[in-house]
């Protein structure tokens, strides 16, 4: 990013205060530059914003702490640990899976470990023990080399792809990102329930296991291999953590400041332009919005990376409707976690991507229960529940609201989803129950996130939209403008955004390695 004609910046400005904003600005800062912040609402946050109610807390977006070895190595580049910024608890079970009643299925606790895992996998089928243990292998062996060898490569080189130890796994490789991920599932696991278990985390990178390529198959790793993670307080407390370290090395965060475009000059981005008409001036401008927004409207199209027509070839993550609703008394039907399976599963991708696209009914969701963990989310003698149903990324579905006051449709579905909740659990009174209630739809994160289309997480990572062939962290247009988020490099999750911070922070380097980046030089 910086040469003899090009010399290193010394002011930064960053687009939006979500953990990759957040990530970047404190990382900069770290490496000696003058750094603002600026936001369009009123807090920090992005999609792992927070929503108090009533004495609820609710957590608005990301719920699940995997990759703990990213979280890690980001605080020690800024002096610190995972230990000393956050309260991490690790749950037992790691999530709870309900089938549709009419299958007669019953429930399954998922315990992470290998032992516990493989336990489980033979207890409803036999033989699949084994099999799962021969899964995990390759899937631990896939995910340390996406580590070390993709997610922190800029890809500003063919280098790190000509790499002896890529070239020697080609074979297997090939495989991997030529077979879909319920292909490589399906064909050694039969019972519905354990082939759930093993496709549900492509959800988790925006998409389809009939679309990811099943080198994905690498996130089982994560959640039987390795074990899940709640920081106490909610995720965000991970949101203040690296707030706190972005302040600490001096960043200047604005909020209520919303960004009109990108001032331009010659070649280069030259700072940012408010609504209000105040232009920043900064020698690298980074934007964390969203990618098409940044792109599309941030920018006039002669300087475009990636414009409209560039979009419209692309496939977007899943929209979200979100349920937060606070619940008189207990629920110890739902874990932390817990997934609802529908029987109808591929039809449930089939209706969320396909051309026909609907809300599934019954949907395929996911239950996040903090309060199962952590008493100061609800109120004494209440809990504290999360919902996230995978819907089309349609903003034109609606907007959520307080109390049922959002758009018909959106509602409609929010009570499909509790009637669900409640036959499925066993939680016949669930809707009596409910004290606060707030929905979420694509028309919100259109409006409040500026999201493509009204998607909930980003690109999907199909093989076309992964690694080499998703969006760079720089513009090809501009000196001087810079890329992180989930739409970027490397990609979806909490992980992958403090990733792509870095990444930000490789290019300023000159770094083409692969491998992580280094602890930056103090000044």
């Given at each position: 990013m910086s040469d003899d004609q090009n010399p290193a910046p010394r002011t930064a400005v960053v687009i939006g205060g979500g953990i990759s904003g957040l990530a970047t600005a404190a990382l900069l800062a770290a490496e000696g530059l003058s750094v603002r912040l600026v936001e369009a609402l009123?807090?920090?946050?992005?999609?792992?914003?927070?929503?108090d109610s009533e004495g609820f807390r609710f957590d608005t977006g990301p719920s699940?702490?995997?990759?703990?070895?990213?979280?890690?190595?980001?605080?020690?580049?800024?002096g610190t640990t995972a230990a000393a910024e956050l309260d991490l608890v690790p749950l037992d079970p790691a999530y709870r899976v309900y089938s549709d009643p009419a299958t007669a299925l019953k429930p399954l606790d998922v315990r992470s470990g290998r032992e516990a895992a493989t336990a489980l996998f033979e207890s409803v089928e036999p033989g699949a023990g084994a099999l799962l243990d021969a899964?995990?292998?390759?899937?631990?062996?896939?995910?340390?080399?996406s580590v070390s060898q993709f997610l922190y490569d800029t890809y500003e080189s063919t280098a790190g792809l000509r790499d002896p130890v890529i070239l020697r796994r080609l074979p297997q490789?090939?495989?991997?990102?030529?077979?879909?991920?319920?292909?490589?599932?399906?064909?050694?696991?039969?019972?519905?329930?354990l082939r759930q278990i093993l496709e549900y985390p492509a959800v988790f990178l925006g998409g389809s296991p009939y679309d990811?390529?099943?080198?994905?198959?690498?996130m089982s790793h994560l959640d039987l291999n390795e074990g899940v993670l709640y920081p106490r307080g909610g995720f965000i407390e991970v949101i203040r953590a690296i707030e706190r370290l972005a302040y600490a090395q001096g960043v200047d965060v604005q909020t209520n400041s919303r960004v009109s475009r990108i001032a331009t000059a010659g070649g280069r981005a030259t700072g940012v332009v408010l609504e209000n008409g105040t232009t920043i001036t900064a020698?690298?401008?980074?934007?964390?919005?969203?990618?098409?927004?940044?792109?599309?409207?941030?920018?006039?199209?002669?300087?475009?990376?990636?414009?409209?027509?560039?979009?419209?070839?692309?496939?977007?993550?899943?929209?979200?409707?979100?349920?937060?609703?606070?619940v008189n008394g207990e629920l110890p039907e739902l874990a932390h976690h817990t997934l609802l399976f529908a029987d109808a599963w591929r039809n449930n991708f089939d209706d969320i991507f396909g051309a026909n696209a609907k809300i599934p009914d019954p949907a395929s969701l996911y239950i996040c229960k903090p309060s199962a963990t952590d008493e100061g989310v609800a109120p004494a003698g209440h809990e504290n529940l999360f919902v996230l149903v995978p819907i089309p990324a349609d903003p034109e579905i609606g907007h959520g609201g307080i109390d049922g006051e959002g758009d018909a449709r959106v509602e409609a579905a929010a009570d499909a989803v509790i009637n669900q909740i409640s036959e499925w659990c066993d939680i016949p009174d669930l809707k009596d129950r409910i004290v606060v209630?707030?929905?979420?739809?694509?028309?919100?994160?259109?409006?409040n996130l500026n999201a493509w289309r009204g998607n909930s997480l980003g690109l999907a990572h199909t093989l076309g939209q992964s690694a080499i062939f998703r969006p760079r962290n720089a513009s090809r247009k501009l000196q001087g403008l810079s890329y992180a988020g989930g739409s970027a490099l490397p990609g979806i999750g909490l992980p992958m955004c403090l990733i792509s911070a870095e990444l930000v922070l490789k290019r300023l380097?000159?770094?083409r390695t692969a491998g992580p980046v280094a602890e930056p030089t103090r000044v």
């Open positions: 009123d807090d920090v946050g992005g999609r792992a914003g927070s929503w699940w702490y995997l990759m703990p070895e990213v979280f890690e190595h980001f605080f020690t580049l800024l899964y995990l292998d390759s899937s631990q062996d896939a995910y340390q080399l490789l090939t495989g991997l990102l030529t077979r879909s991920l319920a292909s490589r599932v399906e064909r050694d696991f039969h019972d519905p329930r990811l390529p099943s080198l994905y198959h690498l020698d690298l401008v980074v934007s964390t919005a969203d990618l098409h927004h940044s792109e599309t409207e941030l920018l006039p199209p002669h300087q475009q990376t990636y414009p409209e027509k560039w979009w419209a070839k692309k496939t977007p993550s899943p929209g979200a409707l979100l349920l937060m609703l606070g209630r707030r929905t979420v739809a694509p028309g919100d994160f259109a409006s380097r000159g770094d």
